[in-house]
């Protein structure tokens, strides 16, 4: 564990330097004490892969305080790191129609698009991370036989609830984006909807599966073509 | 709902508050004013609740007409301010009567300038606040920049109150000293030379300057490391990608990224570089977490102790 200074009200805590669950869930403990502890001195709080971003109001405390907080925190979250999460199955429409990436991803992959298509779905994943746009979920890790790259073209729109990898990362695009991940289908669930109350599904710590489903299915549920 | 009727938009002018808080961990970026101090006077200036929606106006080039009765203030970049054609002190509440144009020109210093009206534009907040950032198209009116057309909703405030802020409390935006850096996040993938060449060097601001960020053009400083595992993002945060151009964060900026940082801007030197122009020199000197502390806090005290002189009518 290691604390930095990030800006004039603000102190980052590292607590490892990779893709991990037990750091991950390191991260969630340390927001929910961050919380706790500190309440309305916390402007914003941003919990990442493998740390937390802790923003204070310098009007009602200070960096030395924060820091002695957050270092009793994260000594006491080593030991109980057992944060699980939610765990929330989204409905997926695997297709080369839905994920006009799955054949390439596929060949490259050397394998057929149903083996593909399984070893997407019956994996468990994280959520590491919310940004990039409202409601863009990071999840991890993809197997390691179908990580892909990013397109060395991005595209200039990505449909909403597009279903892609990049890299060992699969996320599903909340809303309509240029975007470079590889697409492999559709998710009629709604990732970001400001309307809503939550207006997201998922949080940071939350584990996420997908159950595979028909293009008649991904309609019922509200899909759009 | 009466207000202001949108006759030109002007370049880029945005509703906003203080901005978006507490909403990060859903990817949500805080939006709300470049120059928060400017924007504190325009609330000020009327006795607005000091989070009253106001418009920030990038460069110039608004012209609105009044529906109502009531005060108005602009503070910030120096936009020349005509009311009912009559060019009017800036910093200082001015009545304006229906059927009035107010006309914001182009900025001779300050690309930004904050308009105020008495207790502030009826906006619905999205995410507890009206701030608009065109990315997340959230805020404002359907999360877009001001069009020909709209109808910017306000009471009708025929008594109120306006005040003016003399001339020496007001900021210089020609002001060229150097910004003040708090080191941190990767500053240790940042050798002492590399430190030095930032330092000691002079920037430019680029044509690449947004809401999201300013990209600089310079000396390239170049860190030992290439990329770090996605993380939080402050404002103000000095983004070094793989050129060594340094970026400087701002409001709109996305809340997790993977360049390695050097540290933070103390927050009244983002504000003095997001008012420039692109083409403006700056330069940076090193600043610590317990100076800048200590200086808001004062800073803070300051604006307190200031009583800016009512305005009769």
Known sequence: MRIEVAGENALIVYFGEETDPRISAQVQHAVAETERLLGSAIIDLVPSYASLLVIYDPFQTD???VRRQLRSIAESGAAEST???????LPVWYDTESGPDLEA???????????????????EYRVYAIGFAPGFAYLGQVDERIAAPRLSTPRQSVPRGSVAIADRQTAIYPAA???GWNLIGRCPTRMFNPDADPSMPVQVGDRVSFEPISRERYLELGGEL | MNGFKVLQPGLMTLITDRGRFGHHRIGLTTGGPLDPSAFDWANRLLDNDNNATVLEISIGGLVLEAQ????VVLTGGEMPLKIAGNEVERWC?????AGERLEAGFSKAGARAYLAVSGGFQIEPMFDSTA???REKLGGLNGQKLQSGDILPCSSEPQGAGYRLPKQYQPDYRDTSPLRVILGYQQDAFSEVQKQILFTSSYKVSDRADRMGYRLEGPAISPSINGILSEGICLGAIQVPADGQPIVLLNDRQTIGGYPKIGSLFSPDTARLAQMLPGTEVSFTPFTQDEAHNQLLLSRRYYQMINPIAVSV
């Open chain 1, 83 to 89: 944060h699980e999460g939610n765990l929330i199955t």
């Open chain 1, 105 to 123: 991803l596929a060949q490259r992959a050397q394998m057929s698009i149903d083996e593909v298509i399984n070893l997407h779905a019956n994996t």
């Open chain 2, 93 to 97: 509440a001015h009545r304006i009567r």
């Open chain 1, 63 to 65: 960096h030395l305080e």
């Open chain 2, 132 to 134: 608009t950032v065109q």
């Open chain 1, 177 to 179: 984006s240029p975007g």
């Open chain 2, 68 to 71: 109502v009765d009531t005060w």
